[in-house]
């Protein structure tokens, strides 16, 4: 997902190398994450991850809803906006990280945080994680989960292609282990944010 990701407010560059550890087709790209990037809003996240619009837009919308506490400020509008700089696969998956990382910047509260995790199968039912564009377009299935950082519960998910049950578990499962690769670079990036302060 070399795709960054823009939502509402300002960050600063965190490089998230030991974070996305790369190994033989079941690891994660590079991450680097700016927040309160722009000035007017509450909370903006920039997310660089690696190097149909309405339907994703509710799958976001969707995730966003089932972990932000919208009941302590009623009558409140909340916006997320993201923008496309780039877009390099596992889109989906970066949109619903910068989304969180712009909630979190903006100090919304939420019962938790959540990450998006991309898989594809290849051809002989291979895996891999945080896929490329290339990888996606000669994967026979895409399948994107979004995932809480308590329980790790499975918030949304999203298919494209043909798979087996054994196949849509197996990717589960690994997306479930990769987003603790997810959610470490988010501390140690808010880590990094609060610490120059």
Known sequence: MEGVMQTDAKMRTESGAESSPRGPGCSLRHFACEQNLLSRPDGSASFLQGVAEKSREQLIRNTCEAVVLGALH?????TVVLQVVSDAGSLLACCLNAACM?????????????????CALDAEGTLVLDPTAKQEKEARAILTFALDSVER????????????????QQCLAAAQAASQHVFRFYRESLQRRYSKS
């Open 74 to 78: 009623p009558r409140t509008s909340i």
């Open 102 to 118: 712009a909630l979190v910047d903006a100090g919304m509260p939420m019962r938790a945080l959540f990450c998006g995790v991309t």
């Open 153 to 168: 519960k499975l918030l949304m998910s999203t298919t494209k292609g043909l798979y087996s049950d054994a196949e849509l």
